[in-house]
């Protein structure tokens, strides 16, 4: 089994928190642990440095945690909070191309994002990315092997990842059958938790709760919240035991 380093590059939803312009107690706590950036992870397993998910936020993300290599990148979904930042990753494909790992749907919305760097003539300076399709099928990046886990972020087929005991799904309203099988036996368990009150395309905390405890993972990290989810040391404390809140910068190691 790999022992791993998994660090929260940011844990907080499409608009981050504070909300521009927005006054509520969320937003103006002073507490760091309620600053929260797009959501991404960082992987460090298996001598290899795997990235989940490259927002809008994810230069300031990578200097901060100052991050000096990157192996491969995989892409949860092509939405704008996970693939927006792709091209600030330009300084890790310098020496080769940087395989980013993705369904067809999403290689193909990066793609026509960002024709410029899959362009027959290439613009001098331009990110080096060797785009990878993948499917439901176990794949392995330097011999550390991804499990994809599919789920739905409403009508949307996305997928989590499962590496070892450990895995990370964002964006997730329900989970199919057959993905909770391959969910089983966990160490760690990263799951999205947008807010207490429902909402049509995220987990509310109470529906997260519901899955955690039919998953049973031995401990449980919540992420990818919005404002309204409250200030993180009164939600903290009101969690079930082995279920906490991330936050960024936070390192869990297994």
Not at 32 to 61: C, F, H, M, W
Not at 175 to 191: C, G, M, N, R, T
């Amino acid at each position: 089994m790999y022992n791993m380093t998994v660090t929260f590059l940011g844990t907080g939803t499409s608009m981050g928190v504070p909300e521009i312009g927005c006054p509520c107690e969320v937003c103006r706590s002073t507490n760091p642990y309620d600053k929260r950036l797009r959501s991404a992870v960082l992987i460090e397993a298996n001598g290899s440095t795997i990235l989940i998910d490259a927002g809008p936020d994810i230069r300031q993300q990578l200097l901060r945690e100052n991050t000096k290599r990157i192996d491969a990148v995989l892409l949860t979904h092509e939405h704008y909070d996970h693939i927006g930042g792709i091209d600030d990753l330009r300084p890790f494909t310098r020496q080769k191309p940087l395989p980013i790992f993705g369904m067809r749907r999403v290689l193909d919305t990066l793609r026509k994002n960002i024709s410029y760097v899959f362009s027959a003539e290439k613009y001098p300076g331009i990110p080096d990315l060797s785009l990878r399709e993948i499917g439901k099928e176990p794949f392995s990046i330097n011999g550390l092997e991804i499990m994809p886990i599919e789920v739905y972020h409403y009508k949307l087929a996305i997928l989590g990842f499962r590496i070892g005991r450990f895995a990370y799904l964002t964006d997730v309203k329900t989970i199919p059958e057959a993905s909770f099988e391959k969910l089983q036996s966990l160490d760690v368990l990263v799951l999205n938790a947008l807010r207490k009150t429902p909402h049509i395309s995220h987990q509310s905390i109470d529906e997260a709760l519901r899955n955690i405890e039919k998953i049973a993972p031995r401990k449980t990290y919540l992420t990818h919240f919005n404002h309204d989810l409250g200030l993180h040391t009164v939600v903290e404390n009101e969690l079930p035991a082995g279920v906490h809140l991330a936050y960024d910068g936070l390192t869990v190691t297994l």
